[in-house]
């Protein structure tokens, strides 16, 4: 239920409402991110030409001047190369994956281990990429 009141020397109507009180048709009652909606949690748009920044979602408008001064700031971080490389090539590295009763084509000995990737589309199965424990030989099958 909402109750609305006057407040001595003031002229404005205010609103109780969820435990908090806001000025009825000006802000919301709420504290957020500035690049957030206080009412609907949506990302708001860049401020642009016009006087307010509108919600798309639930037209809550906020004045321009309220972004004034903000700064905003992004980091990328990329992750070095020696960090990102992997050394299957290796002798010492350790085959590493289900062993499956597969023939290598290389050496032809039993034992091959495996791993799946999403490599096309969706809707196309997955590609399955074996390599022989033995000779370390890959081979891939589109499934």
Known sequence: MNTAWVIPNKTE??????????????????S??????????????????????????CSFSIPVAEFSGQEIRSTVVFNSVEQSTLSLDSEDSELKGPVIDRRCSRCNKEGMIYHTRQMRSADEGQTVFFTCIHCRYQEKEDS
């Open 32 to 57: 957020a991110d500035p690049n957030f909606c206080p009412e609907c949690g949506s990302v708001l748009p860049l401020p642009g030409v016009q006087d307010v920044v509108r919600c798309p979602r």
């Open 13 to 30: 109507y205010y609103v109780l409402a969820a435990n908090c009180i806001c000025m009825v048709g000006e802000m919301s009652c709420f």
